[in-house]
């Protein structure tokens, strides 16, 4: 059963605009990832979806169903929630059964799944124990078996994995990819991680504090962003330079790593940032670093002319380096991508 949003307009009480005008559609069994930072809306998207936060604008299909004023019990969706959605002083079983009691499960075929699904997860050896002893990892995974527990048409996962941290996080998010993708019916999956996005999707939507800055699939976003945000967001191990496009006899340029590159000659005179990986290489010019250290768990390197390059060799303490394939070009005003160049 598919999804579809249309013009999707939600604010808060007080007048913000969490989500505005936002359009996309959810095949059945497509999985669609919504990238964004903290307070990016993604949770507001999710929330409006499952009819827990009203629509101020625009429609909600699922399937050939207008749901948008419908009470989340009639939308048929499973929500898999930030914090897990546990309730502190119940048991796991109690976690696991009582949605399938709700839904008239007879007592043995209950009794039945949930051992069946415990022992899926790693939850069975705690079926009595209380959720708030359970660590984190623990409840990710509760949060998860109970998603597995139900035949819906829309799942909604809501960054369950935010709370965790480096490997653990990467071990976890590794560990339920398979249950994600086993999920049988439409998925839209908000996470803050590009690695978690461009594993479990099809089609990413970028958010920017609400706002849609772009969709398209994980190769489409990094080959092509379309504005300095998408870019930040999927290509986060470029280096970006600031500078005016300059002009002579032969035309509008700029320059990178001392390497002149020209643009159209309708650039000339607007103030760019240029986005370029760079890589070490015996066709690059020389550069003795200013400074280096780590940056996301790994080595870089800064050069004075701007450029940084990310490296697992020991610090030296010269570099010749050069741009890497595509350097994109945006305009600082309205911080849109002007153009590509190889």
Do not use: W
Request: charged residues 25%; proline residues 4%.
């Amino acid at each position: 059963m598919s999804i579809k949003v249309e013009n999707l307009t939600m604010q808060y009480l007080y007048g913000r605009e969490a989500v505005t005008n936002l359009s996309f559609e959810c095949k059945d069994d497509e999985r669609i990832a919504v990238l964004a930072t903290s307070e990016g809306g993604k949770t507001s998207l999710l929330k409006c979806i499952a009819g827990l936060f009203p629509a101020a604008k625009g429609e909600i299909f699922i399937g050939e169903k207008q749901v948008t004023r419908l009470k989340p019990k009639m939308r048929d969706t499973v929500m898999i929630y930030e914090d897990g959605g546990v309730i502190k002083g119940k048991s796991v079983r109690f976690h696991l059964e009582y949605p399938l009691k709700l839904r008239k499960i007879n007592k043995a075929e209950r009794k039945r799944r949930v051992l069946e699904v415990s022992k899926e997860f790693g939850l069975y050896p705690m079926l009595t124990d209380i959720t708030r002893m359970l660590y984190t990892d623990d409840i990710i995974r509760l949060s998860f078996a109970r998603a597995a527990l139900r035949d819906a048409e829309v799942y909604l996962i809501d960054d369950p994995f935010k709370k965790l941290s480096g490997a653990v996080r990467e071990e976890l998010f590794q560990e339920m990819l398979p249950h994600i993708r086993a999920l049988k019916g439409s998925v839209v999956f908000a996470t803050s991680s590009l690695d978690e996005a461009f594993s479990v999707a099809d089609k990413v939507i970028v958010l920017n504090f609400g706002k849609h800055e772009q969709t398209g699939t994980p190769e489409e976003l990094t080959s092509q962003p379309s504005s300095l945000t998408v870019d930040r967001l999927v290509n986060p191990r470029n280096a970006r330079v600031e500078c005016a496009v300059l002009t002579d006899d032969s035309g509008a340029f700029i320059t990178l790593l001392q390497k002149r590159i020209a643009l159209p000659s309708e650039y000339a005179g607007r103030d760019i940032t240029a986005s370029f990986a760079i890589k070490e290489g015996s066709n690059g010019e020389s550069f003795a670093p200013i400074s280096h250290g780590y940056l996301g768990g790994r080595k870089y390197v800064l050069f004075p002319n701007g450029g940084t390059l990310f490296t697992d060799e020991p610090i030296k303490n010269a570099y010749s380096v050069a741009t890497h394939g595509k350097v994109h070009i945006f305009d600082n005003l309205s911080e849109k991508r002007l153009t590509s160049i190889i």
